[in-house]
């Protein structure tokens, strides 16, 4: 690593370049940019290991930062790999909630120049504006995931932070999720799995924004959706499929499946036919079109739905037990139909199971909630080559991650029985 010079001007333009330091008065972008040193390193070079001390926070000029190990699931920040483009900020994770060490760590991929700064006076630096830098760092903290997906092109970054709901608070005082904290990627395909009763809709619908949260808060794309003083609302970015369907009975699949794009905007007639029509061949639908939902059956009408979520083009789509009441082999059909239509369109996926067989066989990552009230007790990674099919059932690894994830939801479930819920898994 070597220490160069440059311009005050310089350095000022390299920060305005990231929009959160953008957006802050322009005195204190020249005092930050007074105090940054510019970093260069050559390809090959580490910028930051784990577990070093986190002191400085990094705005890239340019060059290739690479985090070697954010997909592990150790690091559930929401930070991409690759670090590309000018003004983004990287190696702040480590100083978000005062946390002293690197949580990640950061290579040269090319020969890389950044601008260094101090976090401590950064911070100190933003709170000399009271409130308003205070809502500066929390921005520049959320933002930094943020960030890093759209440097990707990525969107569909669902961020639960310490999220707690209490049901009838006054009377029966029902804690259905305490402090429950998730991150998922964007095009990420996560399932919920855990006992009856532990808080897996509450969750949803409070990603929905069907509910309000009683602590914590939400955020899509880090865009805050739900939060105990807000009122949330549903919207176009979240697409909900729930298991007892949602087609107006009144129009056709068609018609069902092109108005949402349509009345938002997003496409012609024309193109929102097309689109549709590609997508009902793709899962072997293509001659129920003109059909209205009472005449198709209840597995045709869920692979409808989801390709209308998908033609919505949500941020992220919710789906809770949308099989679940199906026949073992609908039910097998129309999970390899949602399976293709995720490869297809790659939006991010919460699915909401009881039934861990599916939620491995769909899932990237599964988290494992406890008996109520719920928060995450395990993650299982997927990792498994897709496109998947019902081949993958049989084999080996497979077999080994749903045993895992029976035991763990066994667990939780023989809780909850002894604690006097009615059902479990
Ligand atoms: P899951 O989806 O995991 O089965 P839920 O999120 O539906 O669990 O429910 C979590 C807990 O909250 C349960 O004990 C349930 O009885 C309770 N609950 C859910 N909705 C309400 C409500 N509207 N009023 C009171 N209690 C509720």
């Keep these: 690593m070597r220490e160069k010079d440059m311009q005050i001007d310089q350095k000022i333009a390299v920060l305005r370049k990231n929009p959160i330091l953008a957006s802050l008065p322009h005195k204190l972008v020249s005092q930050i940019a007074e105090h940054c040193e510019l970093k260069s390193f050559a390809a090959g ?20 930062v690479r985090h070697p190990e954010v997909n592990s699931p150790m690091h559930q920040f929401g930070i991409v790999q690759e670090v590309m483009l000018e003004g983004t900020i990287f190696g702040y994770a480590g100083l978000i909630e005062g946390r002293g060490s ?19 006076y950064l911070r100190s630096l933003l709170r000399t504006l009271g409130r308003e830098g205070h809502s500066y760092l929390q921005d520049l903290s959320r933002s930094y995931a943020a960030h890093e997906y759209a440097v990707s092109g990525h969107t569909g970054w669902v961020s639960v932070r310490n999220a707690g709901k209490v049901y009838d608070p006054s009377g029966k005082h029902v804690v259905a999720v305490d402090n429950c904290s998730i991150e998922i990627r964007p095009g990420e395909f996560c399932a919920i799995v855990g006992p009856s009763g532990c808080g897996k809709s509450t969750l949803m619908n409070s990603i929905a924004g069907f509910d309000k949260l009683t602590s914590g808060e939400v955020f899509l794309d880090g865009k805050l959706i739900n939060a105990p003083g807000q009122n949330p609302k549903p919207g176009p970015d ?13 129009a056709t699949v068609l018609e069902n499946l092109i108005r949402g794009p349509v009345v938002q905007g997003r496409m012609t007639e024309r193109e929102a036919t097309e689109k549709a029509r590609d997508l009902l061949g793709k899962v072997g639908l293509a001659d129920i079109e003109n059909l209205y939902p009472g005449s198709i059956s209840s597995g045709m009408c869920r692979r409808v739905e989801i390709i209308r979520g998908i033609l919505n083009d949500p941020g992220v789509l919710l789906l809770d037990e949308p099989f679940r009441g199906l026949d073992a082999l ?44 719920g928060h995450i007790k395990q993650t299982i990674e997927v990792d498994l080559p897709r496109p998947r099919d019902a081949r993958l059932l049989t084999q080996p690894e497979f077999v080994r991650l749903k045993e895992l994830a029976i035991e763990a939801v066994h667990e939780e479930a023989v809780k909850a029985f002894n604690a006097g819920e009615k059902e479990f898994a």
Excluded: C
């Excluded at 070079?45 to 290739?64: M, P, Q, T």
């Excluded at 909900?240 to 369907?245: D, L, S």
């Design 45 to 64: 070079e580490e910028i930051f290991r784990n577990g070093d001390e986190a002191s400085k926070v990094y705005v890239l000029l340019k060059g290739h």
């Design 102 to 120: 690197r949580v990640i760590s950061a290579h040269a991929v090319t020969d890389t120049e950044a601008l260094a700064l101090d976090g401590a």
């Design 238 to 250: 979240r697409i909900v499929v729930f298991q007892n369907g949602a087609l107006f009975p009144w």
């Design 330 to 373: 609908t039910k097998t059909v129309t999970q390899t139909a949602l399976l293709e239509l995720y490869d297809l369109s790659r939006k991010t996926v919460l699915f909401i199971t009881h039934d861990l067989e599916e939620a491995i066989y769909l899932a990237d990552r599964v988290l494992v909630m406890t008996t109520r009230p």
